[in-house]
Nanobody, 122 residues
Framework: QVRLVESGGGLVQAGGSLRLSCAAS????????MGWYRQAPGKQRELVAT???????NYADSVKGRFTISRDNAKNTVYLQMNSLKPEDTAVYYC????????????????WGQGTQVTVSS
């Protein structure tokens, strides 16, 4: 069974920083890409950033220059360093990974974490 477990959310003042982590566990062959999405109250879930195993990254325009995504391939872990946080960054942040499993011919599919709350006060 594959699981994504997030950590690192919390409450921070505007201008502050938080670091999110997400570890994938289970019978994993590969995780590519890994990324973060977020969903604010009353809004649709949106892409924040993704990173491929080779290091290629993609960011939403709203977070470029403030957030940095990175990963540890050996640990199947993805990180999101969030700096200069704004109240509009308040949301539940979800880890996402496209995972290929060991010992199965099934194609790779998406997995989601349970979400971690990030609240930025003004």
């Amino acid at each position: 069974q594959v699981r994504l477990v997030e950590s690192g959310g919390g409450l921070v003042q505007a201008g502050g920083s938080l670091r999110l982590s997400c570890a994938a566990s289970g019978s994993i062959r590969s995780t590519d890409p890994m990324g973060w999405y977020r969903q604010a109250p009353g809004k649709q879930r949106e892409l924040v950033a993704t990173v491929h195993s080779g290091g290629i990254t993609n960011y939403a325009d709203s977070v470029k220059g403030r957030f940095t995504i990175s990963r540890d391939n050996a640990k199947n872990t993805v990180y999101l360093q969030m700096n200069s946080l704004k109240p509009e960054d308040t949301a539940v942040y979800y880890c996402n990974a496209n995972i290929s499993r060991l010992w199965t011919d099934s194609p790779a599919r998406e997995y989601w974490g349970q979400g971690t709350q990030v609240t930025v006060s003004s």
